[in-house]
């Protein structure tokens, strides 16, 4: 199975699984997803998923997702841009061959 960091969500992701994410909390809440404070929804997050959330709630699936992913492109986007590139690793031996040269 792959990881979230490197799937979209989709609508068989549980509520569990987007939440692990950690820009979905703001993103479910602009959405107006009541489940956030629900305790009987805290039991049931694993089993949850967004398109059962949606259908009970009347949410707008489609949106939801294009704002999920669209945010978690962006998210892994700023992650790639931030990463510095290693120099290769050089060994003594390396660099002792490299001066006799």
């Given at each position: 199975?792959?990881?979230?960091?490197?799937?979209?969500?989709?609508?068989?992701s549980t509520l569990a699984e987007v939440l692990k994410w950690k820009n979905a909390e703001e993103i479910l809440t602009k959405h107006r997803l009541p489940c956030l404070t629900c305790p009987l929804?805290?039991?049931?997050?694993?089993?949850?998923?967004?398109?059962?959330?949606?259908?009970?709630?009347?949410?707008?699936l489609p949106n939801l997702l294009k704002d999920l992913n669209r945010a978690l492109i962006k998210t892994k986007a700023s992650k790639k841009a931030g990463q510095?590139?290693?120099?290769?690793?050089?060994?003594?031996?390396?660099?002792?061959?490299?001066?006799?040269?």
């Open positions: 199975m792959l990881s979230r960091a490197t799937r979209p969500f989709c609508p068989k929804a805290k039991l049931e997050m694993e089993r949850l998923t967004l398109a059962q959330v949606c259908h009970i709630y009347h949410l707008d510095k590139r290693r120099k290769p690793h050089t060994t003594t031996r390396q660099k002792k061959a490299v001066k006799k040269i």
